[in-house]
């Protein structure tokens, strides 16, 4: 009797022991999991002050930049003649970590800033010029309808009346009011691009076709302004082509020959663009161009849309703490003249 009963006290005392054991080493695991979180997120904040750093620095760079025009290599900052974007921008020694300022495009680092006039601007869009938005659509391969119906709907957006845009493709208060989730057509500036999803015919598989050549800044602006020297191929060649339609004896292959000499002029000796040797666009003498006639009168056309300085401009500084396992990521938009943020996305 006595050793049945002292075999199930020693079993009931294993038992315990397990439990304990196994309550202990959880206990034990998730306070590493709590430590560990703990000195992630320490790691996670110091990486993101590393990037608030870069930020400053370019900003000094930006704040700095005494040229008149701005190229795809040298984008809001001036460059000694010994200086390369890599060499300003790339691994900047901050603490124990480092910081770059530029973009990852298409796994690569690109280095620098990007000024906003390179993209096509949401609020010059209105019922004179909604085509050039309705091409650039169109070159990205949405439907041509849809993209009618979203150019125009985005002029309804952003004026101030009710009258609809190039009916029936435009929309104002009657197709939003009566929508099943309904809402007033704003008929004011848009400020931020994901506004567009509000807009009649956007969709989530359009806005990320579109997402890299379209801008909110300048807010205040009523007519579209491209950088001559830094807008995309897609960007120039859907102004050229909306302006085909104002004029007389230039046809669609001029426009196209115009938008490739002025790539392939920028892009300097090399045939590369943002590199060292980028050529500048000067609007007073397009000598360099060598236009024929009918490109001629079609980029004087143009002239009034074209810049060649830039005011806005998007920063993207990344801060890396101990060897690359903590990165933050910080985007800002800023004007030349306040330099203080007017957006802010961080991750």
Known sequence: ????????????????MIILTVLA???????????????????????????????LIAIQELQNDIKDYDTLYECGISLDEEETLEGVFKDIAVGD?????????????????????????LNGINAQNYKVFQNLLESLDVDSQDAEIISNSVADWRDSDSHITNSPYGAEDDYYMALDKSYHCKNSRFETTEELFLVRGMNKEIFLKIKDYITVFPTEAFNLKLNVNTSPKLSLQALADEALSHLANVSASDADSLVNKIIDYRSGDDKIEKTEDDKLINLAD??????????????????????????????????????????????????????????WHEQ
């Not at 080493?25 to 870069?54: E, P």
């Not at 890396?320 to 910080?330: A, C």
């Open 1 to 16: 009797m006595l050793k049945s009963e002292s075999g199930a006290i020693l079993l009931v005392t294993i038992w315990i």
């Open 286 to 343: 397009v000598s360099g161009l060598k236009l024929l006639a009918p490109e001629e009168t079609l980029f004087n056309y143009l002239r009034k849309y074209f810049i060649t300085k830039s005011d806005y401009f998007c920063i993207n500084s990344r801060g890396t703490y101990k060897d690359r396992k903590v990165i933050s990521d910080i985007e800002v938009v800023l004007s030349r003249d306040e330099l203080s943020p007017i957006y």
């Open 97 to 121: 970590g480092f910081c770059s300022v530029g973009l990852e495009e298409k796994r690569n680092f690109s280095y620098g800033f990007i000024d906003e006039e390179r993209k096509i601007n």
């Open 25 to 55: 080493v959880g206990i034990g695991h998730r306070n590493r999991i709590g430590i560990n979180l703990s000195r992630f997120s320490i790691d996670k904040m110091k990486s993101y002050y590393i990037a608030k750093a870069g930020l």
